[in-house]
């Protein structure tokens, strides 16, 4: 408990990360009480789950195919002002949109347009956020920055998750909107108190590539030439991905799993959300402690092994009639030890990421691992839904685990995977070497 008090105590006086921790806990209140609300207006105005389903889809189509071709233009621009204005403007249109229902003039095609328009505030302002990282914290202290806003994070959306319910009995839709919207305009308050500048650091090469030719085109193109000849770079947005589609099976189908094939009502449902909440919480928490004993190969092995066990322990409960006490402590535990093993995974990940790139490029690389991750969103529909009409869910979850171990040891033994290694093993060493000079 000291040893974890004493990693976190490194993040005293960082003023701008504060700032910017506060301005993340209301904005993640407002995600979570927002994505209950539009769902439950959207069917509450239509009474179709179709509508359900095309709210979802526009509402990340933007961050596929907006998001990289904005990115340029948003590294040319000051990045606290891009996250103030698109806070208030996403306040602003929930509040519209909570008002317009309040007082009965919202319509579906209203909520569609509102929800795109939203979307595309986002396309820029998450490109924004993360050039500015640098900024906000200090590179040697970023893993355990990333790591406590992840835990805040977690702690708040299920806050907002819980209370979303009880806003919405109490005020409806409407009135949860309006509580969102006022959210998101405190976030961006919270926002405008930081103090960071807009300059960007660059490597000597990135410098005399951008001199030669400030375009908008040229700008674009080379984000792109960048990542390609990145292969660390190419491997880490593929293991996202990976991870989100062997992981798409489980999160799709698990309502059709858990009552026809466990025969267990929605309560498992919501064993198997709490203990993903909590196993976020513990994998975030435990992540600075831990971030010198395990690479990023063994980190994927036990993700990997980990989905197996996910897999084979569900497929397991399948045969099992009855036990229902046996059913439910599988399921917390498999969730709670994935999602655990994921957090982990995600905060390695992330801290790479703002190691082994330049930061002339950060919002666009940013922008184009996000808008890949988005898209394995569909893909993992597709590839669920396409086994599901010939397929039972089991053998698909076999089918899947059996995915999830080839994946893992080829990815283990790629060599980017060895250079992504030393670039911790490296940062390790220069914070190891700044503690002692302090």
């Known amino acids: 408990m000291k040893q974890s008090f004493e990693t976190y105590r490194a993040l005293k006086g960082e003023r701008n990360y504060w700032l910017y921790l506060l301005?993340?806990?209301?904005?993640?209140?407002?995600?979570?009480?927002?994505?209950?609300a539009y769902s439950w207006i959207a069917y509450e105005l239509t009474g179709s789950a179709?509508?359900?389903?095309?709210?979802?889809?526009?509402?990340v189509l933007p961050t596929i195919f907006v998001t990289p071709l904005v990115a340029p233009i948003v590294e040319k621009m000051n990045k606290k002002r891009i996250m103030v204005i698109t806070s208030f403007i996403r306040a602003i249109l929930v509040l519209l949109t909570g008002i317009l229902m309040l007082t009965g003039i919202l319509t579906a095609p209203m909520l569609l347009v509102i929800t795109l328009l939203m979307s595309i505030s986002e396309s820029f302002s998450d490109p924004a956020y993360m050039a500015a990282m640098p900024q906000i914290l200090p590179m040697d202290k970023l893993d355990t920055g990333i790591a406590l806003r992840t835990m805040v994070s977690q702690t708040a959306q299920l806050v907002g998750a819980g209370v979303a319910g009880v806003i919405i009995g109490v005020w409806g839709g409407g009135g949860a909107l309006v509580v969102d919207g006022t959210l998101f305009f405190i976030s961006g308050l919270?926002?405008?108190?930081?103090?960071?500048?807009?300059?960007i650091k660059q490597s000597e090469s990135s410098e005399n590539e951008e001199t030669q030719d400030d375009s908008y085109l040229h700008n674009?193109?080379?984000?792109?030439?960048?990542?390609?000849?990145?292969?660390?770079?190419?491997?880490?947005?593929?293991l996202g991905v990976s991870v989100n589609l062997l992981l798409s099976p489980a999160n799709q189908l698990e309502t059709a799993f858990v009552i026809d094939t466990l025969h267990l009502d929605a309560y498992a449902l919501s064993v198997t959300g709490i203990a993903s909440s909590i196993g976020m919480l513990i994998g975030s928490a435990i992540y600075p402690l831990l971030k010198g004993?395990?690479?990023?190969?063994?980190?994927?092995?036990?993700?990997?092994?980990?989905?197996?066990?996910?897999?084979?322990?569900?497929?397991?409960?399948?045969?099992?009639?009855?036990?229902?006490?046996?059913?439910?402590?599988?399921?917390?535990?498999?969730?709670?030890?994935l999602?655990?093993?994921?957090?982990?995974?995600?905060?390695?990940?992330?801290?790479?990421?703002?190691?082994?790139?330049?930061?002339?490029?950060?919002?666009?690389?940013?922008?184009?691992?996000?808008?890949?991750?988005?898209a394995a969103v569909p893909l993992g529909s597709l590839y669920s839904g396409s086994l599901v009409s010939f397929l039972s869910i089991s053998q698909i979850y076999l089918i899947t685990a059996g995915l999830?171990?080839?994946c893992t040891f080829v990815a283990i033994r790629l060599k980017s995977m060895k250079i992504l290694d030393e670039t911790m093993k490296n940062q390790l060493k220069g914070e190891i070497a700044d503690e002692a000079t302090v």
Request: net charge positive.
């Open 404 to 406: 999830a171990l080839i």
């Open 220 to 238: 674009l193109k080379a984000g792109f030439k960048y990542f390609i000849k990145k292969p660390e770079l190419v491997l880490l947005c593929v």
């Open 23 to 36: 301005s993340n806990i209301f904005s993640r209140l407002g995600d979570s009480i927002d994505s209950i």
């Open 293 to 337: 004993k395990i690479s990023l190969g063994k980190s994927i092995l036990v993700v990997g092994l980990t989905v197996v066990v996910l897999y084979g322990a569900k497929i397991g409960l399948g045969f099992i009639e009855n036990m229902v006490v046996l059913k439910y402590t599988v399921l917390f535990l498999t969730d709670a030890l």
């Open 339 to 374: 999602a655990i093993s994921v957090a982990f995974f995600s905060l390695m990940t992330n801290v790479l990421f703002f190691q082994v790139i330049d930061e002339g490029y950060l919002s666009r690389m940013a922008s184009i691992i996000n808008a890949v991750s988005i």
């Open 50 to 59: 179709v509508w359900l389903t095309i709210i979802f889809g526009v509402n």
């Open 190 to 199: 919270i926002l405008a108190m930081m103090r960071i500048t807009n300059a």
